[in-house]
């Protein structure tokens, strides 16, 4: 009965001990013999002791056949599979060759569509640093006001995973947070932080080594309040954030590419930076697209008016009678709406005429007008009275250009829209603020941007014997569950877990919360302040809460039982304003946190139905939840669930079910 006991409770061990204890005095009771024999073989099997199960197996047989007994259908199923478990014992028996095995494998159905993802060149959440957020209530760590937590409590290496880092704003956000902690340190000797930065996208990691190649150069002007530092990062704002760039700015960014061009060809980037071996190539292949773009400045204009109309499709004319209320027609309304899209960012307290005119300007003709430190422009200017583009046209043409890290190759060939982008008065303060307040008064946008990219240059000059920055072009997933057998790493000493982890709203393509659990928290060391971060940006207002958003990938009525079935605490966070914070629990877990076997059974039966055979739901207009998950996904969760100190012989009976 002991050893029953510790079967159930998938002591493995234990129970070995207790049946041959039990053999060697009831070796008069044949019918128990037999029960024991059979346990012995399931044990030895799970525990991969692939010979001694075979051994069990066989004395099992040959008691049954010396006694009389018949050989049940039971005894013949644990035969074969010890059979075909000797068969394939390279795969059972050497978990790197398995997991290698099962990394080769896809893990998302094939799309119904082929069309690339899109290039989302300025992203549409709010600036976060890694570092903010409460800890984990299970340890003390000390906090400060923002509710960081604090590198002079941490003795370890800091190492920081953002996947989907698209435009590097919280990047950006997380140096800037580093340099004022290090700032408060008495000894930042020990201080080292590892950023590891992931995208599916060569374009958007190469416009990123961009602009922190211009961020370094400025960090190295002595005089950063010089005129020369002045039209410096007035280049810089245009080439961050305008899709048509003066020449000034276009000559500036061309050069840039060069640069780092050559960087890369003969690996001289400066020591804080690395770029994953095989993601060189895909760079280099956008920095050649990026020299010759098959596109103009009228391109580029025609683009960016076509995108606001397609933003503004997404919105139902329910929802756009709510948005603006009043005795207009639909038609007016929709109009007034596509007036509105490049307005400043609408949470923007400030209430700033200076920046609503440079708003209205760039909305009627999608050019940012130059600040005054790099040129004045008054034929430009003119455009606010006469409102025709045509009549300054040839002016256009020679001083200005389209900005060709708008452009992505893949995305430009099969779009009707070559370049997806927001105005830029909408997105700079979500891009700065968390650098940043944004002051009061009637200040333009350029003083903004200079005060932000100051900032980063002081940053970069206070942190970069201290950090390390790798980037890597790749999906998440593959590249995440790669990073323990990527050679190359390990002899740099990269780490393969991380005290915090930044999504973005990657999870809304590839399969919400149950992604998060099989993918992320196994990337997550459990200390006390790890954490990892995703937002929801496709279907935000869609659901009741993030209740109703986590269930409809996990199928878990409360965000309290992920603990029971995946092994991750909700902290913090909403679909509006506060980004989500999921922690890891301490694995295995502990016996009175575990499930019942009945229930584990049947919610594992709910999920593989889930991925078998989707619902086909359209949340709204132009919505979807995705459900790209395949039957791969189904084996890493059965792998989350040992992990968690679940016995292994439930999967068995299931897994045989199911097949």
Excluded at 147 to 160: E, I, K
Excluded at 401 to 419: C, G, I, M, Q, R
Aim: with cysteine.
């Amino acid at each position: 009965n002991i050893s029953a006991a510790y079967f159930e409770l998938g002591r493995y061990e234990p129970c070995l001990q207790s049946i041959d204890l039990s053999l060697s005095v009831a070796s008069s009771n044949i019918p128990l013999q037999t029960k024991l024999l059979l346990r012995k073989a399931r044990c030895l099997l799970i525990l991969k002791r692939l010979e001694e199960s075979k051994r069990a197996i066989e004395q099992l047989f040959k008691l049954c056949e010396g006694n009389g007994l018949p050989i049940i259908e039971e005894y013949k199923t644990i035969q074969k599979i010890i059979e075909d478990s000797l068969l394939h014992k390279e795969y059972l028996m050497n978990n790197e060759v398995a997991n290698r095995f099962l990394l080769s494998l896809p893990k998302y159905k094939p799309k119904s569509k082929t069309e690339p993802l899109p290039y989302h060149i300025l992203g549409d959440d709010q600036s976060s640093s890694a570092f903010s957020g409460t800890q984990n209530n299970r340890d003390s760590l000390a906090l400060d006001s923002k509710h960081r937590f604090l590198l002079s409590q941490v003795t370890s290496p800091v190492s920081l995973l953002f996947g989907g880092v698209g435009d590097g704003r919280h990047v950006y956000s997380t140096l800037v947070d580093l340099a004022d902690q290090m700032k408060g340190m008495k000894d930042v000797s020990q201080v080292s932080v590892h950023f590891t930065m992931i995208d599916i996208k060569a374009s958007a990691i190469a416009r990123d080594l961009i602009f922190l190649h211009l961020v370094d150069k400025l960090s190295k002007m002595k005089n950063k309040e010089s005129d020369e530092a002045i039209k410096f990062m007035a280049k810089m704002q245009y080439i961050l954030l305008a899709g048509v760039i003066h020449v000034y700015a276009y000559d500036l960014l061309q050069q840039s590419i060069l640069e780092v061009e050559r960087a890369l060809k003969t690996n001289t980037l400066p020591p804080y930076i690395t770029i994953q071996q095989s993601s060189i190539p895909q760079i280099l292949k956008v920095f050649k697209y990026w020299k010759n773009v098959p596109f103009t400045l009228w391109h580029c204009m025609d683009g960016l008016m076509k995108y606001d109309s397609k933003c503004l499709d997404l919105f139902s004319d329910r929802e756009i009678h709510e948005q603006i209320p009043g005795p207009q027609s639909i038609e007016e309304k929709r109009k007034i709406a596509l007036r509105n899209l490049s307005n400043p960012y609408p949470r923007n307290p400030t209430n700033n005429k200076v920046i609503e005119e440079e708003a209205r300007f760039y909305n009627f003709c999608k050019i940012m007008a130059p600040p005054s430190e790099l040129i004045n422009d008054p034929l430009l200017l003119s455009l606010k009275d006469t409102q025709d583009v045509f009549s300054v046209m040839p002016h256009l043409d020679k001083y200005y250009k389209e900005n060709p890290t708008f452009f992505d190759e893949e995305y430009a060939k099969v779009s009707e829209l070559p370049l997806a982008v927001r105005s830029p008065f909408m997105v700079f303060s979500e891009y700065i603020g968390d650098v940043l307040e944004l002051r009061s008064g009637d200040i333009p946008i350029f003083d903004f941007m200079k005060a932000y990219f100051l900032k980063l240059a002081n940053a970069l000059s206070a942190t970069k014997q201290y950090i390390k920055f790798e980037w890597m072009v790749g999906e998440l997933c593959h590249i995440a569950q790669g990073l323990p057998f990527d050679k190359e790493r390990a002899k740099l000493n990269f780490p393969i877990t991380f005290d915090r982890i930044l999504l973005s709203n990657i999870p809304d393509y590839t399969g919400g919360t149950l992604f998060v659990s099989l993918y992320i928290m196994p990337l997550l060391k459990c200390n006390a302040h790890s954490s990892a971060r995703f937002n929801v940006l496709l279907n935000p207002d869609k659901f009741k809460g993030y209740t109703e958003y986590s269930k409809t990938y996990t199928l878990l009525p409360t965000l309290e039982s992920h603990v029971n079935f995946l092994g991750m605490s909700f902290q913090s966070g909403d679909l509006d304003d506060q980004i989500p914070r999921w922690v890891p629990e301490k694995l295995p877990l502990k016996t009175s946190l575990l499930a019942t076997q009945d229930d584990v059974t049947e919610w594992l039966t709910l999920i593989f139905s889930l991925i078998v055979d989707p619902p086909r739901a359209v949340i709204d207009e132009g919505s979807t939840v995705y459900y790209p998950l395949n039957l791969l996904s189904f084996m890493e969760l059965i792998k989350r669930l040992l992990a968690m100190g679940y016995p292994a012989h439930w999967f068995s009976n299931l897994l045989a079910n199911l097949l």
